[in-house]
């Protein structure tokens, strides 16, 4: 089946199923990223990284939907007000979630470089040479501080 068969046959949906299938997505999708933001504040990033998939795959089917909907928005306040309406509430719900999450792995990322940078420095100090400069004090080199490891600034 083309994209445009895809969309047709989404768009030709009755109100209802259309409806009834971005809620679901939609639920889905909340559920998915309240885990993951539970899970990181828990510290078990193993786990909530397992969840990227799901998550990924859910926001795909949730766009689709919601890009039907926006199609057929007209049709839709006709023939189903009051599931537009529930829609519109879980989409708040969802912006929501998403401003935690999205907050939670900011944390989550500051935290981990943080104890990164910690772990590097405290490395470099313990290779560097503890020999006394020209001044009579122990010489000190700044660069060398992070010699073999690197941060991952990519999360």
Do not use: W
Request: hydrophobic share 45%.
């Amino acid at each position: 089946m083309t994209a445009a068969a895809r969309l047709a046959a989404l768009d030709a949906l009755p109100a209802q199923e259309l409806c009834t299938h971005a809620e679901q997505a939609l639920t889905a999708l909340v559920d998915v990223m309240n885990q993951e933001t539970t899970l990181l504040r828990a510290g078990h990033m193993r786990q909530a990284g397992q969840l990227t998939p799901d998550k990924t795959r859910l926001a795909q089917d949730y766009v689709t939907f919601a890009r039907a909907i926006q199609r057929q928005s007209a049709r839709l306040a006709a023939e189903a007000p009051a599931l537009v309406q529930r829609l519109r509430a879980g989409h708040e719900s969802l912006a929501t979630q998403m401003a935690e999450n999205l907050r939670v792995l900011a944390t989550a990322k500051s935290v981990t470089e943080d104890v990164l940078t910690d772990v590097a420095r405290m490395v470099g100090q313990q290779n560097r040479a503890k020999t006394y400069g020209t001044a009579g004090t122990v010489a000190s080199d700044g660069a060398s501080a992070a010699k073999g490891i690197a941060i991952n600034r990519a999360l």
